[in-house]
């Protein structure tokens, strides 16, 4: 028995293993004598349609942990490796813990592997073969043709020495009165002796029976000549699978046109008809018409351009009220400066008397700017040039100092979705009379622009009589007013 590891054969090239294409297996570490064996032995006796696999596995189960568990699991965890129930195999075992260990292994196949795997029989003459050499134990199944191998730590020496009994694995290829040839018989003994040279020269006389040149030649080269156009009919078809998926994409996309086509002619039928029955005037119109603080300054083919003009009327009345009667904040002090020209006493009497009394007596008269998009969007027009006849109105600085509508915007929104555009109109109205006591910055433009120092107008105060002043003649008013009272109250008592 030679320990050489036999890596390379005549039988397990490249062109060998087209040519036993039938004949398969893996290696048992670098070694493929196993395989060329096979091959040599079993390649003249295997009939059409048949077909082995050599496999090899392992398992290193001790004493305890096989007497800790059934048998039959034990016996399928050793086994689990392997394809026992399929046909054509020929499997080799090796057990790889220390020989007491082995041992036990191999006596729980002897007493459990067929009953766990019914249609394998044990092949009494191959253990007692290798008895005085090594431990190894076979089973056969003839109606599968699968043999498997247990053997006690296999290497290179016991490997060599298995394949002189694949006659005896292998009963079903082996006629015992059609004797093997002299070279097969040769190659047989060659795997005792100590060298490898004799079973090498062996393996090259049998390989010299088969020409693996011409039949790997006949593999490789079997219908290059329309080996391109076999490519070309693969690309072809994948092209017209290409146009396939291309027209079902487009037809889908001709059916979401027509469906949008038709939504389209529907509503054209709509905006035909509303002209043809709406005549000249208009509900806008009408509105306009009818309210005199409503400006329009132009109209061209996709926008209207207006201003209101109104009272400051939407406010917080509670916060101006806080606001008011804190004199560290932005109605005393711009930045961290007091105002100067007007005393703060005086401001606190005109922002009490227009934001805090319940009915006041002075009124801030205010204009804000907007556009009016036809596609449906109303957008403030901040920095608007308002003409001198609207000299007396002081720009809602939200509106015209930060095109900012606020929530009225999304109101806005909303309303055009459905078309309401007097809605719409009147959400800006409502824009143009809030003033947000909470918003500091556009707060501090304003009483900038009160105190005289802001870039507004602020003669913008209409006192009860409708003439309009400024806030430092109409605390004037004011305080004329508390005068008279006084001096009334004198008189009286």
Request: proline residues 3%.
């Amino acid at each position: 028995m030679f320990k050489t590891s036999i890596g390379s054969t005549p039988l397990t090239t490249d062109a060998a293993d087209s040519f036993f294409y039938n004949i398969t297996g893996n290696r048992f570490g670098n070694d493929n004598s196993f395989l060329a064996t096979l091959r040599a032995l079993v390649a003249p006796r295997i009939k059409d349609g048949e077909a082995i696999h050599l496999s090899f596995g392992s398992s290193n189960y001790d004493n305890g942990t096989i007497s800790s568990v059934p048998a039959e699991r034990v016996v399928s965890a050793i086994c689990s490796d392997h394809s026992l129930s399929s046909s054509g195999q020929i499997m080799i075992h090796s057990f790889t813990n220390n020989q007491e260990h082995n041992l036990a292994n191999l006596k729980l196949i002897e007493h459990k592997f067929t009953a766990c795997y019914p249609g394998y029989y044990r092949l009494e003459k191959v253990r007692e073969f290798y008895r005085k050499s090594f431990y190894a134990d076979c089973y056969i199944n003839p109606e599968l043709k699968s043999v498997i191998v247990f053997v006690d730590n296999l290497d290179n020496k016991k490997l060599h020495y298995l394949q002189v009994s694949i006659l005896a694995f292998l009963p079903w290829y082996f006629d015992p009165i059609v004797c093997v040839s002299d070279l097969e018989m040769e190659l047989l003994y060659s795997l005792r002796e100590s060298s490898s040279a004799k079973y090498e020269t062996c393996l090259a006389k049998i390989a010299e029976k088969y020409d693996f040149r011409t039949s790997r030649i006949r593999q490789l080269l079997k219908g290059f000549e329309t080996r391109y156009e076999q490519l070309e009919c693969e690309k072809v078809r994948l092209e017209i699978q290409k146009c396939d998926s291309d027209i079902d994409r487009l037809n889908l996309q001709i059916g979401s046109i027509l469906n949008k086509r038709n939504e389209i002619c529907i509503r054209l039928l709509g905006l035909e008809r509303k002209i043809a029955e709406g005549g000249e005037d208009s509900e806008i119109m009408e509105y306009f018409l009818c309210n005199n603080r409503l400006v329009l300054e132009n109209v061209t083919e996709r926008d209207m351009y207006f201003f209101f003009i109104f009272y400051l009327s939407y406010f917080d009345s509670e916060m101006a009220e806080r606001t008011i009667n804190n004199s560290r904040s932005f109605v005393y002090l711009n930045g961290r400066e007091p105002y100067r020209g007007i005393t703060p006493e005086g401001m606190k009497k005109l922002m009490w008397e227009i934001f805090v009394e319940e009915e006041p007596r002075l009124k801030v008269k205010v204009c804000a700017a907007y556009r009016f998009d036809l596609n449906g969007n109303v957008s403030a027009m901040g920095g608007h040039n308002f003409s001198y006849e609207f000299s007396e109105y002081m720009p809602n600085p939200h509106i015209d100092r930060y095109n900012c509508m606020g929530n009225y915007q999304s109101a806005i929104n909303q309303l055009l979705k459905t078309r309401n555009y007097i809605g719409a109109l009147e959400q800006c109205v409502a824009s143009c009379k809030s003033l947000n006591w909470g918003d500091s910055t556009v707060m501090h433009e304003f009483m900038r622009t009160m105190w005289g120092s802001g870039s507004y107008n602020n003669h913008c105060i209409e006192l009860p009589d409708g003439s309009v002043v400024k806030p430092a003649d109409a605390i004037r008013w004011l305080e004329a007013q508390e005068a008279g009272v006084n001096e009334q109250e004198q008189e009286e008592a």
